[in-house]
């Protein structure tokens, strides 16, 4: 009797202490998934707004004709896409920094790198710029059709003041993420988002300007957001992360330049990895049609792409801040949260998109032959968007994590030794044109985030924390030394 008491006060205790777990384990999955929301929410709703200024733009320029739309297609996907994988590669490096020093509470180092990025970022542009002076010579060079060289010619002169406007966007975005305060981006980006429509309507449809109507639109819709988060950083939306312009800015700039480069060589490699899809689509028969069914696709797939590289900020910067607050347990459960949430939503528009079909070409052309080619490919649409769930959450967590180096090493393998090698075997070789090439860059995806995997989940989380610490510490007594010998 005595012994079956104690069974049932040891069962009790036993249970008691499970509910216990069970409540300490809702109440801190409830509070990551609030920290997660408050960053991904705003960043999921800035890059739908963003991404969605260019399709406006795609969709008013494609109903001025089919040659446009190819053209359009053709510099936003590989010119522009180019030049903002690097711009806003190199802008990464401000994820790791201010992500790691702000959870540490060194807040005064914020602005200090925002300044310097500003400045790297400046003369990385001027760089880029006779690539899109010269943009029409190049693509003839590379094999593309004259016509749609031609007019993309055109079309990239009007995308220099967009390609400046990266600066300001992509830093800033960065520097108030990390603080959690991109609550403004997405205020801004809505407005901006509103007034590109209306513009485009007008000065397209009402007006009939062309490309130059819709290009003006672009422009402003680019520009505004920009301004707007300057004044918010600068007129006191940051008080402890902002201390004013300083001279320290132009010191002290190969750490950063340093990754920087590795940041743009990680996401370069991977923004650059669909831009070699369409310039090998380019070559096929029937390039016109080929071109706008994969642009209006892979437009599609951007979309979706932006809830995912929202959860890649969440990713980034809650793996920086717990790092440098000294964390490796919320570091891995910040990890977990967001790479489940993200692949539950991925999985959910893996199955709408795979019986919509080709339904949502008709968005962006009439043109019979492109809406079906768009329905040939819409199964592969679907499993690259269940793919997106995963991968850019997991190099989330590597530029949080200031991994950006071997990332880098990751993707030439995965994408540039697998995935286009087999993409050119299946399209050309075997006769499957555009499937058989999006066959192959699925492949290198898959393998890539496979990679990412192994490599979150056998890292020593607790030797990261000290990476971290060493880092700031590092970055602290330069700073320490600076401001006594200015003052």
């Known amino acids: 009797m005595e012994g079956e008491i ?81 711009l806003l590669g190199m802008a990464s490096a401000l994820e790791t920094l201010c992500g790691q020093s702000f959870g540490a509470k060194q807040y005064h180092m914020l602005g200090v790198y925002l300044q310097r990025s500003w400045i790297v970022l400046t003369i990385c542009t001027l760089f880029l710029l006779p690539l ?48 959690s305060k991109n609550m403004i981006i997405a205020y801004l980006a809505a407005f901006s988002l509103t007034i590109h429509v209306t513009l485009s309507w007008l000065l397209t449809v009402k007006y009939q300007f062309g490309i130059p109507g819709a290009m003006t639109s ?53 923004l650059w990895y669909n831009t070699v899809l369409v310039l090998l689509t380019g070559k096929m028969a029937e390039a016109e049609v080929a071109i706008d069914a994969l642009a209006i696709c892979l437009s599609i ?30 570091a891995k459960f910040s990890i977990m949260t967001t790479v489940l949430t993200s692949f539950t939503i991925g999985f959910s528009l893996f199955v709408v998109f795979l019986f919509l079909k080709g339904q949502l070409a008709y968005v962006f052309t009439e ?4 809406v079906d080619a768009v329905a040939d490919l819409s199964p592969l ?27 880098a090493y990751v993707n030439i393998a995965c994408y540039y030794l697998i995935g286009i090698p087999v993409g050119v075997v299946l399209g050309y070789v075997f006769g499957m044109q555009v499937k058989g090439v999006w066959i192959g860059m699925l492949f290198g995806t898959f393998t890539q985030t496979i990679a990412l995997i192994i490599i979150t989940y056998k890292t020593d989380w607790d030797k990261q924390v000290n990476v971290a610490r060493n880092r700031i510490n590092k970055w602290y007594v330069r700073e320490s030394e600076k401001n006594t010998q200015v003052a």
């Open 301 to 330: 797939n951007g979309w979706e792409m932006m809830i995912s590289l929202g959860f890649y900020a969440a990713a980034s910067v809650r793996v920086a801040n717990e790092l440098g607050r000294g964390s490796s347990k919320a």
């Open 132 to 179: 899109f002076i010269f943009t029409a010579p190049i693509l003839r060079a590379l094999g593309q059709d004259s016509d749609i060289a031609e007019v993309s010619g055109k079309i990239s002169l009007w995308l220099i003041p967009v390609v400046f406007s990266f600066i300001l966007s992509f830093t800033c975005q960065m520097f108030l993420q990390a603080q």
């Open 218 to 270: 672009t422009i402003l819709a680019y520009w505004i957001p920009n301004l707007g988060q300057l004044m918010f950083v600068t007129c006191g939306g940051c008080r402890d992360t902002w201390k004013g312009f300083s001279f320290l800015a132009f010191k002290d700039l190969l750490p950063i330049i340093k990754l920087s480069l590795s940041s743009g060589a990680m996401l370069c490699l991977e």
């Open 381 to 407: 649409l679907a499993f690259s968007i269940l793919l997106n769930s995963i991968q850019p959450v997991l190099s989330g967590v590597a530029v949080g994590a200031g991994w950006q180096s071997v990332v």
């Open 367 to 370: 043109n019979g032959k492109v």
């Open 6 to 86: 104690k069974e049932k006060l040891l069962n009790n205790h036993q249970n008691q202490d499970q509910e216990t777990e069970e409540v300490q384990f809702k109440d801190k999955l409830w509070t990551e998934t609030k920290k997660m929301w408050i960053v991904a929410g705003p960043a999921i709703f800035t890059r739908f707004s963003t991404f969605g200024i260019n399709v406006i733009s795609q969709a008013f320029i494609g109903h001025i004709g089919s040659t446009e739309l190819a053209a359009y297609s053709l510099v936003f996907t590989v010119l522009l896409r180019f030049g903002n994988g690097i």
